[in-house]
């Protein structure tokens, strides 16, 4: 089956500690990107890779990493997380120039 | 910048009517991309519609079109014969950049169907 994977889908963890959320497809699209979602905000853009090795920011990047050493997998890592970076993170990928497939979603809570 | 803005933050439609959710957008591209998103009380982000600027006719899927208006810089979505099943969040989005990678989105409109 198509689709895009997310792990984990529920995190909640303390300021600082450092954590990696996991994202994969497997659909050999050459875009990835990653989003947060919040409230009356819709989503906004963190990162996205257009292929492996290549990465550039999207609207909000501060506090946020990315690598894209596999075309497959695009994992998003919070180095020091903070309670404001408590949101809806949203995986997606598509083949270059065509709508996005999204993953389940992760619910993360900075304490 | 790119902006999307979506001004109905809810609506409420009857079963089985039509209903249009507002999106107008703002860019300097020449070339880009304006997609509609669902997003049910699940959580997930489904596709629904996708017009491209140099498309000259309105993109229609099923029950849903989309009103492109590109003088007026609009993108409305329109549902018609709406059901219980469309009860949701909406999202207009854009993609720009000379259709680079980088997507922004609208901040939703909730949408409830009444039986």
């Known amino acids: 089956e198509a689709q895009v994977t997310q792990n984990p889908r529920y995190l909640i963890t303390v300021t600082g500690k450092k954590l990696t959320v996991t994202c994969s497809q497997n659909?050999?699209?050459?875009?990835m990107s990653w989003y947060r979602q919040d409230p009356g905000l819709g989503l906004r853009q963190i990162y996205y890779?257009?292929?492996?090795?290549?990465?550039d920011k999207g609207d909000v990047p501060e506090g946020y990493k990315v690598s894209r050493k596999e075309k497959r997998n695009f994992p998003l890592i919070l180095e020091s997380p903070s309670p404001n970076q408590t949101s809806l993170y949203f995986c997606?990928?598509?083949?270059?120039?065509?709508?996005?497939?999204f993953g389940p979603g992760t619910r993360l809570t900075v304490l | 910048a790119q902006k999307i803005t979506q001004t109905q933050p809810g609506m409420f439609v009857q079963e089985k009517e039509a209903v249009t959710l507002d999106c107008t957008y703002d860019?300097?591209?020449?070339?880009?991309?304006l997609f509609w998103y669902k997003q049910p009380s699940s959580g997930e982000m489904i596709f629904l519609i996708y017009?491209?600027?140099?498309?000259?006719q309105n993109a229609t899927e099923g029950r849903y079109s989309l009103n492109f208006q590109k003088a007026r810089k609009s993108a409305n979505l329109v549902i018609s014969a709406s059901q219980l099943g469309d009860s949701a969040m909406y999202f207009c989005?854009?993609?720009?950049?000379?259709?680079?990678?980088?997507?922004?989105f609208g901040p939703g409109t909730r949408l409830s169907v009444l039986p």
């Open positions: 860019t300097s591209d020449q070339s880009y991309g």
């Open positions: 890779s257009m292929n492996v090795e290549v990465t």
């Open positions: 989005a854009m993609r720009g950049r000379n259709y680079g990678q980088n997507f922004v």
């Open positions: 659909m050999n699209h050459e875009y």
């Open positions: 017009q491209g600027s140099y498309d000259e």
């Open positions: 997606a990928s598509s083949p270059h120039t065509d709508t996005q497939y």
